[in-house]
């Protein structure tokens, strides 16, 4: 069942309902279990550390899709899962994240609005579950996320940023399915220069979110890496975790031979316009935010 991304010239109230309904549909129509079923050792992990968080009077209670999503990603090791339980808990105090398709949707728009051109591409399978993410790191500008903001929110640039990646890691992660398969990420590093090598863009975002956030990768391709794009890699891999490093293909070109070697991912994924095609990935993040928050309230360990 292919799912419409025009949803967005529904009213609110409309949306919801045929979201909802076509969330139903897809289980009937598809095996619910398979999206959303666990095996009795991923189980296990997750009551394990269900029981540590909710005996620690320092930690929120999560719900149980939450608690599922950490042990698919960090397997029998609590002790890192609590921990990342504990930083994102920060994250979230922070900078005040109430987890709705409402709240998602306004940082999502303000971060592409920021980062014009960089999300190229979202979007979950209905049949395989799997999350597939394209990006034009060309596109990505640390220093329109690192200036500050005008009047008392001087971390408005900075919020817009890192609060758009935190929903945009969570729309990545709609069924216990697709969080166990791992996101499979195309990054096109054509153009990246010495601008986009910002360290102290780089150390902020991962010390305040990718450290904590519960992701997996399925694969990294990287597409058209020339001399800066190695060099950063060089420069940061030392902040990715094992699951990262692992993952990451670099040197990939999109068709094989010289006449396709510096085709860039954005000649097929920005059509018919950048705009038109924004539209297109926030369209896709809206129902996939409502199919995660529409599975936290149902899921039970």
């Known amino acids: 069942m292919q799912m419409n991304g025009n949803n967005n010239h529904l009213n609110e109230a409309a949306f919801q309902e045929a979201l909802l309904s076509e969330v139903s549909q897809l289980a009937t129509l598809q095996g619910h279990d398979r999206s959303m079923v666990m095996t009795p050792h991923e189980h296990g992990n997750a009551t394990a550390i269900k029981q540590r968080v909710e005996s620690c009077s320092e930690l929120d209670n999560l719900n149980d899709f939450q608690y599922a999503h950490y042990a698919l990603v960090d397997d029998a090791n609590t002790d890192a899962a609590v921990e990342k339980i504990r930083n994102l808990q920060e994250f979230r105090r922070r900078y005040h994240l109430n987890d709705t398709v409402e709240q998602g949707m306004q940082y999502l728009q303000a971060f592409m609005t920021q980062q014009p051109g960089f999300v190229l591409h979202l979007d979950c399978s209905a049949g395989t579950y799997e999350t597939i993410r394209v990006l034009d790191v060309s596109k990505l500008n640390p220093s329109a996320a690192l200036v500050v903001g005008t009047g008392g929110d001087l971390d408005y640039n900075w919020r817009q940023l890192v609060c758009g990646l935190y929903y945009m890691h969570t729309a990545c992660s709609p069924y216990l399915a697709s969080i166990r398969q791992g996101v499979f990420e195309i990054?096109?590093?054509?153009?990246?220069?010495?601008?986009?090598?910002?360290?102290?863009?780089?150390?902020?975002?991962?010390?305040?979110?990718?450290?904590?956030?519960?992701?997996?990768?399925?694969?990294?391709?990287?597409?058209?890496?020339?001399?800066?794009?190695?060099?950063?890699?060089?420069?940061?891999?030392?902040?990715?975790?094992?699951?990262?490093?692992?993952?990451?293909?670099?040197?990939?070109?999109?068709?094989?031979?010289?006449?396709?070697?510096?085709?860039?991912?954005?000649?097929?994924?920005?059509?018919?316009?950048?705009?038109?095609?924004?539209?297109?990935?926030?369209?896709?993040?809206?129902?996939?935010?409502?199919?995660?928050?529409?599975?936290?309230?149902?899921?039970?360990?």
């Open 187 to 301: 990054a096109d590093l054509d153009g990246v220069g010495a601008h986009h090598l910002n360290m102290e863009f780089e150390y902020r975002r991962h010390g305040e979110l990718v450290g904590c956030y519960p992701i997996k990768f399925k694969n990294i391709m990287a597409y058209n890496t020339g001399y800066f794009a190695n060099v950063g890699w060089n420069l940061m891999k030392h902040l990715m975790n094992d699951n990262v490093r692992s993952s990451i293909q670099l040197g990939c070109q999109i068709m094989d031979g010289a006449a396709g070697g510096n085709r860039k991912l954005s000649d097929f994924y920005l059509q018919p316009s950048l705009e038109e095609a924004q539209r297109a990935v926030l369209d896709r993040a809206r129902i996939l935010l409502t199919i995660r928050y529409h599975n936290e309230q149902t899921f039970q360990l």
